[in-house]
């Protein structure tokens, strides 16, 4: 009786982890979501962003502190991972590349976003210039514009030659790929890139413009007042689209995740039901035993 009490608290356990994976599993799926929306939603601006800065360096005389690499040795690297955990092998990836990198670049000072980012690079040693906690599922201009202006204060300072970003590509639910891209300098390439990730399922197969056919702008006030306006720009979009992509890549990853607990809860709640049949049936034969030999001595 004993083992079957033991065995049906367990069921209950089990049961109750289920309910809380299932829940976790279904919020994960709407934040997912809300991050590929909020990554589609970059593309109209990076699109126009691409035009104007095909038609621009066609002129080789122009010139922003944004569109060439810095004078400084070292590399600003921004480092994407997540607060939370229970998202499959989703910080794992994130950490792989970092070591990966830093094998092959030395002089690397890091802007770490996540918690799990700034405790890797801790662990490795690494200076932070800036460190960020909580990030918000909603991420607003606002809190991109302040990470984005840290960045083109230590790429103008004069202390590094790039800044770059390890983050994790969404490709689809059911792959993401942690890898890295430039945010400084500003290029066509990098803009590009962007617009291409931007896009999923049929959108992938939208003919982007070459930049050919580009009629002649007017540009008012003038050059440098429009490049110090969008380059600075295109720097939010790269730090947002990056941030974006990773979300998206965090809640499918914990979304399968917490699908998988969620079945594994199922078949072992399944196997203690079947434990616990077990039991109470030998329990009722033990019984039935005990009463006819009881009732064979009295006789």
Do not use: W
């Not at 122009?62 to 989703?90: F, M, N, Q, R, T």
């Not at 670049?105 to 906690?133: D, F, H, P, W």
């Not at 201009?141 to 840290?150: G, H």
């Not at 930049?211 to 969008?230: A, C």
Request: proline share 2%; glycine share 6%.
């Amino acid at each position: 009786m004993a083992d079957q009490k033991a065995i049906q608290n367990k069921i209950k356990t089990v049961g109750n982890i289920r309910k809380i994976t299932s829940a976790m599993e279904m919020i994960a799926r709407t934040k997912m979501k809300k991050a590929v929306d909020g990554v589609l939603s970059v593309r109209p601006y990076a699109l126009y962003a691409q035009e104007l800065l095909m038609h621009l360096s066609a002129d080789k005389t122009l010139e922003s502190p944004y569109l060439s690499s810095g004078k400084g040795e070292k590399i600003l690297l921004v480092v994407i991972a997540s607060d939370k955990g229970l998202c499959g092998g989703y910080n794992a990836n994130v950490n792989r590349l970092l070591k990966a990198y830093l094998a092959e670049n030395q002089n690397v000072e890091v802007l770490a976003m996540g918690k799990r980012a700034i405790l890797e690079a801790k662990k490795l040693g690494l200076k932070t210039i800036a460190e960020y906690k909580d990030v918000p599922d909603k991420v607003s201009s606002e809190y991109v514009s302040e990470i984005s202006k840290e960045l083109r204060k230590a790429f103008r300072s004069g202390e590094f030659k790039k800044v770059e970003a390890i983050y994790t590509d969404y490709v689809s639910s059911f792959s993401q790929k942690a890898q890295t891209r430039t945010i400084l300098p500003v290029s066509v390439k990098g803009v590009t890139e962007i617009i291409e990730k931007a896009a999923f399922g049929s959108e992938k197969k939208e003919e982007l413009n070459d930049g050919e056919g580009f009629g002649m702008y007017l540009l008012e006030p003038n050059v440098e007042t429009i490049l110090n306006t969008v380059v600075p720009r295109l720097v939010d979009v790269s730090v947002l689209h990056s941030i974006l992509e990773s979300k998206a890549s965090e809640e499918s990853m914990r979304m399968f995740a917490m699908k998988n607990a969620t079945e594994n809860a199922k078949e072992l709640q399944d196997d203690l039901t079947l434990s616990y049949n077990r039991a109470r049936q030998q329990g009722i034969t033990q019984e039935i035993a005990e009463i006819a030999a009881g009732a064979e001595a009295l006789g």
